[in-house]
């Protein structure tokens, strides 16, 4: 599986972003879809997660209830939606794909090459 992450960019805080993970290769359906991000000087966090079927979904306490994922099956890609964006969320966001569905990312299999989300105050 070959995952492409986009959709960083630079944000005031208080804005909004869309990350998007598309797939090839392989079919996500399959699946546990994760992000994951990584800020300067630490270490790779988990943010969210969302089961193969897109019915279940869990967040890291510092995001939930201003991010959410989704999940198209039919077009192979999965989303992150990220509002009320915060300094402290500015990081490298990278997408992962896993057989089980747990927040370590050490059970993930593949990942992306991840997108820079910058957010200014």
């Known amino acids: 599986v070959q995952l492409q992450a986009s959709g960083g960019g630079l944000v005031q805080a208080g804005g909004s972003l869309r990350l998007s993970c598309a797939a090839s290769?392989?079919?996500?359906?399959?699946?546990?879809m994760g992000w994951f991000r990584q800020a300067p000087g630490k270490e790779r966090e988990f943010v969210a997660m969302?089961?193969?079927?897109?019915?279940?979904?869990y967040y890291a306490a510092s995001v939930k209830d201003r991010f959410t994922m989704s999940r198209d099956n039919a077009k192979n890609t999965v989303y992150l939606q990220m509002n009320s964006l915060k300094p402290e969320d500015t990081a490298v966001y990278y997408c992962?794909?896993?057989?089980?569905?747990?927040?370590?990312?050490?059970?993930?299999?593949?990942w992306g090459q991840g997108t820079l989300v910058t957010v200014s105050s």
């Open positions: 992962a794909a896993g057989r089980d569905y747990t927040t370590p990312s050490s059970s993930y299999d593949y």
């Open positions: 290769g392989r079919t996500l359906s399959s699946y546990t």
């Open positions: 969302i089961g193969w079927s897109g019915s279940s979904t």
